[in-house]
């Protein structure tokens, strides 16, 4: 499952509301909107943070370098669970997800020929990062702004 802003909220949310076995929880800049109805602004978000249930095994939470919501995503509820948190260096909550699309296929690719996704993350070169601008192509004019985005 992995998920980005207010999708990032919803895969915690959803993880730890079903008791099937889960290989990876990977949220980007999780946030919960606090605006009760309205505009949303900057004050209106939070940090999504959750403890997920021992059913997921693998967690990565990354957040941006300059995020208004960082430090969220998913936390282990036991020690059989392998969690990882990265600051992902440059990016802002608008191009993280972005930035982060060439190296979701290897990991999606090398987690289901069964090698650990948190192991993969924390074994890849970052020295070659780079941040991408936050990309608006054709139906994408709402990039970012739901869930799963």
Known sequence: MIGHSAG?????NAA???????NLVLTMDPVAVNAGGGSIGLGD???ASTKLNSNTQNIISLSSTDSYANGGGGSRSSNTQHSVKATMPGTSHTNIDDS?????????????QGVNPVQWFQNVNWKNFQVKP??????QENKGTGSGS
């Open 45 to 47: 978000f939070s940090s």
């Open 100 to 112: 982060m699309v060439p190296y979701l296929k290897p990991l999606i690719q090398r987690t289901d």
């Open 134 to 139: 936050n990309v608006r192509t054709g139906n």
């Open 16 to 22: 730890n509301g079903t008791n099937e076995s889960i």
């Open 8 to 12: 990032g909220n919803d895969v915690l």
